[in-house]
């Protein structure tokens, strides 16, 4: 099985930082893609910043600027480091892995459970 699980979110205030973390464990031959998402109150998900085995990143254009992604092959983490943020950055955000399992021969998605980030003063 595979387990994504988030950490490092919490409360901050406006133009504050705040660090979140991601790490991917399970049988996996290969990790392609790891990104996050964000779903705020009321809101669909959307993507907030993706980062390809290649080092490619994309970001969502409200975040481009403030957030920075980055991964740690090793480690099997995916990071976001989250600088300038606005009460409209408040939100869950969740981590996502695309990956090849061990033995299978095809990539698959997975989530994890979320991490609250709230930005208030």
């Known amino acids: 099985q595979v387990q994504l699980v988030e950490s490092g979110g919490g409360l901050v205030q406006p133009g504050g930082s705040l660090g979140l973390s991601c790490v991917v464990s399970g049988s996996i031959f290969r990790i392609n893609t790891l990104g996050w998402y964000r779903q705020a109150p009321g809101k669909e998900r959307e993507l907030v910043a993706i980062?390809?085995?290649?080092?490619?990143?994309n970001y969502a254009d409200s975040v481009k600027g403030r957030f920075a992604i980055s991964r740690d092959n090793a480690k099997n983490t995916v990071y976001l480091q989250m600088d300038g943020l606005k009460p409209e950055d408040t939100a869950v955000y969740y981590c996502y892995a695309r990956l090849l399992l061990t033995g299978w021969r095809r990539e698959s998605d997975y989530w994890g459970q979320g991490t609250q980030v709230t930005v208030s003063s």
């Open positions: 980062i390809t085995s290649g080092g490619t990143t």
